[in-house]
């Protein structure tokens, strides 16, 4: 391992964590000692080499590789931002660039290493901008900053708070991009690797470090993930050439805000032998072709290896993984290759130390704990402060609602704004003297309320056809519409997470939601094709996480808001409203 890899800092974990009265269940069965399948010696030869600086894939292993592969072989897509690249394709027109295979692929590919994504089939010349905002914690100046790039774009401009605590911004235009990634730099954000072949976003507990609960503070652990991935902000190629892309989480609560059985790579808390560390859980991803639930690795990492540990994780998945078929290429393919030992055994090989030690029987994670509610007016472990948690409607915001967002964090918070995995926000740090000044605030009254109707508060909704190609389906006006609809039919005793994706890649996360909407084209009565979706039921999360199934293909959107109704009566205890009407 390289010097930057072998990077150990030290935690202080707070007094609570460090020896709890008995050891509790650990979360998950430990992985059986059964060994790995056979694999030929050849086969463990990294795949990947050193030149000039970036990693490449060696010749010998480029037969059948995939078209993204062939794109960063022929020009190294860090270079539009280590050796500014950028600055010259800025000044280019889109016919000068669509002239040329190589530009061509730069602005529809490569751009994506900088947290640009051009939207060629919907908005020609439009890009969204995906930050890295590590456990989701960002500032009013940061906020204020985002709303005056998106305001110059009119109506293509506006922002969405992602399914991984991130903000992505829409409408920017190539040649406002050199200025745009000055500007970030100066309130303390950044694009890079955010995209395609990177680390995606560090996911941590949105309440961390104001939780009165919570098992362990996941900031400064996001916070140097996210340093370690991208060297502060400068470029790290050591990271820069996965195989597919890649999620990481900290887990710090209870609750299991932060999905931990959805990521490659998630951190749970254990004790082991009087310290503090955390046991992996690694593998889990979503794709069109496969979803699959993280496994545990059978090891355990003293807080102080984290980064370590990450960088041999990462590595062994840069130097062994495939790079065919992309269905096939998520890092859960390299596990079920090598077996779950054999993968370890890459992992640990790549530690600094050369060992691993195994699971610890002593996980944090109270699994009967009830997953807590953050809207509304919650204490906070700091006395006389409060954080307040705001529904942002499938995650969508205006300029107007980011600057006001800002303006509330400012006057009644510390200035600092919270991202949720749900697509919400919470103002922390609120003085009690001043909570109900802020709840009489008119932001508060409408669309960002703090106490949300028991359907909208659970619903998340991707990006959709408005603004991405892939999808085949519209999701967030839709979702909003067919919750409406739903809630004048029935009501709902409790909570019921509904998740819209408008593709199979599931970037909305369908499969863990309790219903979940996968876009389609179907057929409508007439027989022609409308709009539709695959409808899934029984997906959850927390410590009996596991995916939802598909209850009924094809449905037209039309036909959404009955079923739906249908599906809560029978499984969730809703009452029809008329039903209700009458027994009043």
């Not at 009265?21 to 795949?47: F, G, I, M, N, Y």
């Not at 529809?108 to 010349?125: A, E, I, M, S």
């Not at 994706?501 to 909407?517: L, S």
Request: aromatic residues 6%; negative net charge; hydrophobic residues 35%.
């Amino acid at each position: 391992m390289t010097s930057s890899t072998s990077l150990s800092l030290r935690f202080s974990p707070p007094p609570h964590t460090l020896l709890p009265s008995k050891p509790r269940r650990s979360l998950v069965v430990a992985a059986a000692q059964t060994a790995p399948p056979a694999v030929e010696a050849d086969r463990l030869e990294p795949r990947v080499e050193l030149r000039d600086g970036f990693f490449i894939l060696k010749e010998k292993f480029r037969k059948g590789i995939n078209p993204q592969e062939k794109v960063k072989i022929e020009s190294e897509p860090m270079k539009l931002f280590m050796e500014n690249g950028i600055e010259e394709l800025a000044k280019k027109s889109m016919e000068e660039i669509d002239g040329e295979k190589l530009t061509k692929d730069d602005i529809d590919v490569r751009l994506k290493w900088l947290g640009l994504f051009h939207r060629r089939k919907h908005q020609y010349g439009k890009f969204m901008m995906r930050l890295k905002l590590p456990n989701g914690v960002t500032t009013s100046a940061q906020t204020r900053y985002l709303a005056s790039v998106i305001r110059k774009y009119g109506e293509d401009g506006c922002a969405d708070v992602t399914t991984r605590q991130n903000w992505q911004i829409r409408g920017v235009v190539l040649p406002d991009v050199p200025e745009i990634l000055k500007g970030l730099a100066s309130v303390g954000l950044t694009s890079l690797q955010s995209g395609m072949d990177n680390v995606r976003n560090p996911v941590g507990n949105p309440i961390a470090g104001i939780d009165p609960d919570e098992i362990v503070d996941t900031r400064p652990y996001t916070n140097l993930l996210s340093q370690f991935i991208t060297a502060n902000s400068l470029g790290n190629p050591e990271f820069s050439n996965l195989p597919r892309k890649w999620n990481v989480c900290v887990v710090g609560s209870h609750d299991l805000y932060e999905h931990p059985h959805i990521n490659d790579l998630a951190y749970m808390p254990a004790n082991k032998d009087g310290r503090f560390g955390f046991n992996l859980l690694v593998g889990g991803f979503f794709s069109a072709k496969r979803c699959e639930e993280a496994i545990p690795l059978d090891a355990w990492v003293p807080a102080d290896d984290v980064l370590p540990l990450c960088g041999a994780v990462l590595e062994a998945f840069r130097d062994l993984g495939t790079r065919g078929n992309r269905q096939k290429t998520r890092m859960m393919w390299l596990i079920d290759e090598l077996g779950i030992e054999g993968f370890r055994a890459e992992v640990e090989k790549r530690m600094p130390s050369g060992k691993l030690e195994r699971e610890s029987s002593e996980d944090l994670v109270n699994k009967q704990w009830e997953r807590r509610d953050y809207f509304g007016l919650h204490p906070q472990k700091q006395e006389g402060l409060s954080y307040i948690g705001l529904h942002c409607p499938v995650g969508r915001l205006q300029a107007d609602d980011m600057d006001e967002l800002a303006r509330l964090a400012d006057t009644y918070g510390s200035g600092e704004l919270r991202l949720t995995v749900e697509q919400n926000i919470i103002i922390p740090n609120v003085e009690t003297s001043k909570t109900q000044a802020l709840l009489q605030e008119p932001f508060l009254k409408n669309r960002f309320s703090p106490e949300p109707s028991i359907l909208m508060k659970g619903l998340v909704a991707c990006t959709g056809s408005q603004f991405c190609g892939q999808a085949i389906i519209e999701t967030k006006l839709r979702a909003l519409k067919v919750t409406e609809e739903v809630e004048r039919l029935v009501a709902v005793p409790k909570p019921v997470r509904m998740h819209w994706t408008g593709c199979p890649n599931t970037c909305g996360q369908v499969q863990v939601a309790d219903i979940g909407f996968m876009g389609c084209l179907t057929r409508g009565e007439d027989g022609k094709a409308v709009e539709g979706a695959d409808v899934y039921v029984g997906g959850r999360v927390g410590s009996d996480s596991h995916i939802g199934e598909i209850y009924k293909k094809g449905v037209p959107v039309t036909d959404l808001a009955p079923l739906v109704a249908e599906i809560l009566v029978k499984e969730f205890g809703a009452v029809p409203r008329v039903r209700e009407e009458n027994e009043d």
